[in-house]
C-alpha cells in the first residue's frame, strides 16, 4: 500500500499530469474555435496549440524548482529534459510531419498517374501517413507559458 499512497500523494507529478491534461483540452477548445466542430480526437492527438508536451515538462520543473530548490540538481535536470523535448517538438517532429507531408503529395501524384496499384512490382499504398506531428514555435510556446502558469498557481 505505501506505494500507492506513494503515488497518489505525489503532488509534483500530479500538478505535471494536469498542465498536460489542460493542454489538451486546450488543444479541442482552440480547435472548435477555429474549425467551428467540436472534434473530440483533439483530446489525444499529438500537434496542435499548444504543446502538451511542452505543458507537462515545463510544469514539472517548475514543480521541481519550487520543491527542491533552483539550484538543485533534480531541477538543472528537468530544465535539460524540458529544453530536450521542446527542441524535439519544434524542430525533429515538425520536420518528419513535413516529410510525411511530402510523402503524402508524392503518393497522391502516383496514384492518380498511374491506371494501376502497383509500381516497380510493389503495392503502392494507399493509407496516408500522418502528418500533425509536431509543433511550430509558437505551438511550443504556448505549451510552456500554460505549464508555467500551471505550476505557479498550484
Known sequence: MDFFNGIMANRIMWIALLAWLVAQFCKLIFHFLVERRLDFSCLKSSGGFPSSHTAIVCALAGEIGK??????????????????????????????????????????????????TQWFGQEIPNEKLKEIMGHTPFEVFGGAILGMVIAAIF
Open 67 to 116: 520543491a527542491s530548490g533552483w539550484s538543485s540538481p533534480i531541477f538543472a535536470v528537468s530544465v535539460v529534459l524540458a529544453v530536450i523535448v521542446m527542441y524535439d517538438a519544434a524542430n525533429v517532429r515538425w520536420a518528419a510531419g513535413e516529410q510525411a507531408r511530402a510523402i503524402n503529395h508524392l503518393l497522391d501524384m502516383l496514384l492518380e498517374s498511374n491506371e494501376s
